[in-house]
């Protein structure tokens, strides 16, 4: 006997559909899965035969082969198993295919016969087109997003065949109570003095500008940059889906109300490998770091300690806003579109508080400058110091601005920004950044100056006028640019200490 | 090279070089082996000749006789060190490598010789061999070392650059390491004055001038004075190098002056290598917060004299000062409200967040006035730290 269930499988951030084939035939009983199964998937034997027999449902003695269609896909993952459990019943005649006409299966078993949640919930179910689709009840919550089926859900398959048999109603299973809320985002009041710092990460925030802090050890640089994503705007709708379908494919917990609104920030560890941060990996293709970050910040906290490879792979997508992984069996693209924020040590030594202090060798300071290339270092467009916050301002300045009061203006600025024909200010290029950006003569004159003594570059000079451009933008006022905020765009894009040559003769 | 290779096919030949090198070549290619210090080549050279000794060299004649200077000269890994030897020496062309020295004009002096500098002759561990381009003669006559840390702040770059011009214009004789940082301050400013001849002790051979950032000023010093190096052409900038270089610096001074250092650095290896000569040193006081003033402020506590300009130095030397002058400042006045910034500077480094801390003003403000200042040569700036810039006309 045949039959088929509609199911699917997750391939890099996307799923597919997948339709489940099972055939029971006399001949020596046995149990094979053809049609491009990984590891995983293959396991899906003794998982279906366990939770069938847990269930207290017969095991057909027979033979039984199962089909994944199509068959060149590469399928990975368990969220097959219910689909095939659910097919084995039907061939073997202890289901009748009329009961699960129309629907779709998504969902891994346990030996006991529970249905357990699986990766990429949403991505799946958006993959389906039947108009019912059955989830786990740990992946209801994120099955619902999608919002184009009719969502059911069972406890147990010993339940989901009662119910498919009629003999008992579809159970009202409410998602499993919300974890606690995350902590609210840490707000930028407790930032003490710093007032460079403070004005980079609204700038950052305000124009999507990619953001350098150099520091020493303690100086805050972790503290600043996790007060980056509650100055973001809250995600649109277009892009909470994508940012969710990538965290879902992830296996990153969602949020209570499953939709990635809030930016995210993800803090990858510097011994980091390509593949965790760019994505990738055997089997299905797995987003990396810099796609979970999508709409959110990316931080990299002791930027010099990466592998200088691992670095420069996040040039293309710094540039692009999508990865494009690929493989010899596959090609997978995923947003990647953030905030770089990157952290490091002004030298190897650690000890340069400030001019004077340094005891690197010029050797040494020699191979540390080589650790961020040229180009990637070019990527940033806001690099600053940052000190140890002055102990009297640490202990009496008065609270500076609250996130909220400063994510009020970057609002305000994103929404000139949309007026251009982009999301932030950063991706304007080439004409339309000239066009957005004029230079009032006085501005024109201070560059052409700045050009001349070699302490801008062409390159330099358009990410000047970028920043420069964000930093009217939150003073309300409109082009042409100014020569103060041109000037202050020029000292927020220092050259990092280790670069800046100690005095020769 | 191949008369070379015969040597070593037929050892019994001994020596088959033609004969009519002098002693300064076998010398030199001995100063060429692995680890080859000053003490090793010392103690090689009192037990034969410098010919002999690289025979003994080439044909492993030292395991046997060496005498007990030169055992300890060796170390324990003798053994090691002289297997190591004979490979290269086996492999060194002498007669190529002593024209190469001729050919490059390169002053070469060993003990004893007529040429050795004085300063030398009497020091506890002098140089056997020194190698010289520019005119070694100039090193006669008042010197003094002015020496401190690579990684300055302008404070001690403008000090240094300015004591180098007024010692030079005094006529004293600017001795230095040609590094980075206070060393090439020193001896930027005593070319700038034009006066006395610069003398620069640098660690490696003197046809790879290193940092390579001062090799115009290096070419500057060896046109004006003189470059001296215990190591031949050739030899790379080794660590090791550069404490036996201090000594060199010491033995050459009649006083040190150390302008910056911090605590622990080359600067206080030079410094208790001119104590150990009897050398008197004297130090720039900066303020005890600087991490750049931290071993110059430790020398001042122990009660060293105190450098405020080069007549605290030539008062020390014994000649005459000539009287305090002050420069003259050729650079336009900034206007009143980019004074107030400037007022706000000490001698000391400052970022942008100090600067808003002092002044009060908002950072679209403060930056526009200080690229000003930068503009009128008042303040320098290096990454994200601004300094107040002492010399007048940059």
Known sequence: MLATVPSASLFGVEGHAVTVEVHVSNGLPGFTIVGSPDAVCREARDRVRAALLSSRLTWPRRRITVNLAPSELRKGGAALDLAMALAVLVADEQLDAAAIRSMAFV?????????????????????????????????????????????????????????????????????????????????????????????????????????????????GKTMLAQRLPGLLPPLDDELALQTTRVHSAGGVRLPPGGLVRRAPFRAPHHGASSVALIGGGAGHLRPGEISLANGGVLFLDEMGEFAVDVLDSLRTPLEEGVVRVSRASARVEFPARFVLVGAMNPCPCGEALRPGSCRCSDAALLRYSRRLSGPLLDRFDLRIEVLPADPHELLHAPPGESSAAVAERIADVRRRALERGVAANALLHGRHLEDAAPLSGEAATFLEHALRRGVLSARGLRRVRCVALTLQDLQGLDPPLGVRAVSLAMHLRVEPRFLSRRLAG | MSSDREAVAEPASGGSAPTALPDEAWVTALATLDQMGSARLGALLAESTPETAWDRVVHGGLRASAGPALHRALGPQREAVLRRWREQAQRTDVTALWRRHVDRRVGVAIAGSAAYPAAFAGDPEPPAIVFSVGDPDVIAGPRVAVVGTRDCTRYGYDLAHRLGAELADAGVRIVSGLALGIDGAAHAGALEAGGAPPIAVVGCGLDRPYPARNAALWRRVARAGVVLSEYPLGSPPLAWHFPSRNRLIAALADLVVVVESQEVGGSMLTVDCAITRGVDVMAVPGPVTAPASAGTNRLLSEGRGVVRDAVDVLVALGLSGGGRRSPQDRRPPPDPGDGRVLDAFDWQPATLDHLVLRTGLALLDLTVALDRLVEGGWIEQRGGWFERVARPGG
């Open chain 1, 107 to 219: 969902g891994e078993l346990g030996l006991d016969g529970t249905l357990r949640p699986v990766v990429g919930a949403l991505p799946l179910v958006d993959a389906l087109t039947e108009p019912t689709v059955v989830v786990p009840p740990g992946s209801l919550v994120e099955a619902r997003l999608v919002g184009r089926h009719h969502v059911r859900t069972a406890e147990t398959l010993a339940q989901l065949v009662a119910v498919l048999r009629g003999d008992e109603p579809w159970p009202d299973i409410y998602p499993d109570p919300a974890p606690p809320d995350l902590p609210p985002p840490i707000d930028l009041s407790d930032v003490h003095g710093q007032p460079l710092a403070r004005q980079a990460l609204e700038v950052a925030a305000a124009g999507g500008h990619h953001l350098l802090l150099i520091g020493p050890p303690g100086a």
